[in-house]
């Protein structure tokens, strides 16, 4: 009577360990802090943790997260998960109090292999201010230019408004190129597919996005920054399957194929499916241990 309840303590006790009900309790070893911004999925600060396409993307410097692509590395001052939007600040990007010259500014370009994963939202307008005659925005359009336009309401014509432009001695160009090009270029980013100064041959460019109806106070109420749409690309029932075991998704060594990290394990389904593996060989070394022992001479 005593050798059976004994095993039948272990065995219940080992029947509890091997419950996948522990995967759910593991925290998202994965989710951080950055200042006051949360960084979740599928962004991360870690490599392996997060979607492997924003893998090397983020980086949190002094509570300031940054935001690094091949155009440079820009300041985070927003990231909307519900929208799935990130807001950006370019240190040298022009405003309506300030217009900086000089191409020192970032604009915004990504990787090839980035380009499916994050585009300037479409209600986010360019501009581009002080591009030379031979600029690649000016050719091809004689009499006309086709990419310069208002985009959701924001445009030059608005913005030669600012107070900026008085301190650059500004020259209102008319849109016909005989005389010259215009001072300032607006444009949408899928009209170029990148904003890089160097090769646009432009002095500088500023950046305003719209979240609502456009108030009617012109360029000075604008939100300036650059407002990026992210997309998570492929199927994501992964990553939901293995959240909802308690995992925290990630990728692995190789970059590119997603892990579900389970705490002391990493699977490439679920942690359920993993722990109930582990749990049902446990409990039935257990259970073999436990005949063996019974059935034992003597």
Same mark, same amino acid.
């Given at each position: $009577?005593?050798?059976?309840?004994?095993?039948?303590?272990?065995? /219940?006790?080992?029947?509890?360990?091997?419950?996948?009900?522990?995967?759910?309790?593991?925290?998202? %070893?994965?989710? %951080?802090?950055?200042?006051?911004?949360?960084?979740?999925?599928?962004?991360?600060?870690? @490599?392996?943790?997060?979607?492997? !396409?924003?893998?090397?993307?983020?980086?949190?410097?002094?509570?300031?997260?940054?935001?690094?692509? %091949?155009?440079?590395?820009?300041?985070?001052?927003?990231?909307?998960? =519900?929208?799935?939007?990130?807001?950006?600040?370019?240190?040298?990007?022009?405003?309506?109090?300030?217009?900086?010259?000089?191409?020192?500014?970032?604009?915004?370009?990504?990787?090839?292999?980035?380009?499916?994963?994050?585009?300037?939202?479409?209600?986010?307008?360019? $501009?581009?201010?002080?591009?030379? =005659?031979?600029?690649? +925005?000016?050719?091809?359009?004689?009499?006309?230019?086709?990419?310069?336009?208002?985009?959701?309401?924001?445009?030059?014509?608005? @913005? @030669?408004?600012?107070?900026?432009?008085?301190?650059?001695?500004?020259?209102?160009?008319?849109?016909? @190129?005989? /005389?010259?090009?215009?001072?300032?270029?607006?444009? =949408?980013?899928?009209?170029?597919?990148?904003?890089? +100064?160097?090769?646009?041959?432009?002095?500088?460019?500023?950046?305003?996005?719209?979240?609502?109806?456009?108030?009617?106070?012109?360029?000075?109420?604008? &939100?300036?920054?650059?407002?990026?749409?992210?997309?998570?690309?492929?199927?994501?029932?992964?990553?939901?399957?293995?959240?909802? *075991?308690?995992?925290?998704? #990630?990728? !692995?060594?190789? #970059?590119?194929?997603?892990?579900?990290?389970?705490? &002391?394990?990493?699977?490439? *389904?679920?942690?359920?499916?993993?722990? %109930?593996?582990?749990?049902?060989? *446990? +409990?039935?070394?257990?259970?073999?241990?436990?005949?063996?022992?019974?059935?034992?001479?003597?």
């Amino acid at each position: $009577m005593t050798l059976l309840f004994v095993l039948t303590v272990c065995l /219940s006790f080992l029947a509890l360990l091997a419950t996948p009900s522990f995967a759910t309790n593991q925290a998202n %070893s994965c989710r %951080s802090y950055c200042g006051n911004i949360t960084i979740d999925y599928p962004f991360s600060l870690d @490599y392996g943790c997060g979607h492997p !396409g924003f893998r090397d993307l983020l980086f949190c410097m002094n509570d300031v997260l940054m935001f690094h692509i %091949s155009s440079g590395s820009y300041r985070v001052l927003d990231i909307d998960y =519900a929208y799935q939007a990130l807001t950006l600040h370019d240190p040298h990007m022009s405003t309506c109090d300030t217009i900086v010259l000089g191409g020192r500014g970032n604009g915004f370009t990504v990787e090839q292999w980035r380009a499916p994963y994050f585009n300037p939202t479409p209600d986010n307008v360019f $501009m581009l201010v002080g591009c030379s =005659a031979e600029s690649p +925005l000016f050719q091809g359009f004689p009499g006309k230019h086709l990419p310069c336009r208002n985009v959701s309401g924001m445009g030059c014509e608005d @913005y @030669y408004g600012c107070p900026a432009w008085s301190l650059i001695g500004h020259k209102k160009v008319g849109s016909v @190129y005989g /005389s010259g090009p215009p001072e300032c270029c607006a444009v =949408a980013f899928e009209a170029i597919k990148a904003i890089n +100064l160097s090769k646009l041959q432009c002095e500088g460019y500023s950046s305003a996005y719209s979240l609502a109806p456009l108030r009617v106070d012109g360029a000075g109420g604008w &939100s300036y920054g650059i407002r990026v749409k992210y997309s998570v690309q492929g199927n994501d029932e992964f990553c939901r399957a293995c959240e909802a *075991t308690g995992g925290a998704c #990630g990728f !692995g060594t190789d #970059g590119v194929n997603q892990l579900c990290m389970c705490g &002391s394990f990493n699977s490439t *389904t679920n942690c359920d499916s993993e722990s %109930s593996a582990s749990g049902k060989m *446990t +409990l039935s070394l257990a259970v073999a241990l436990a005949v063996l022992y019974i059935w034992q001479p003597g």
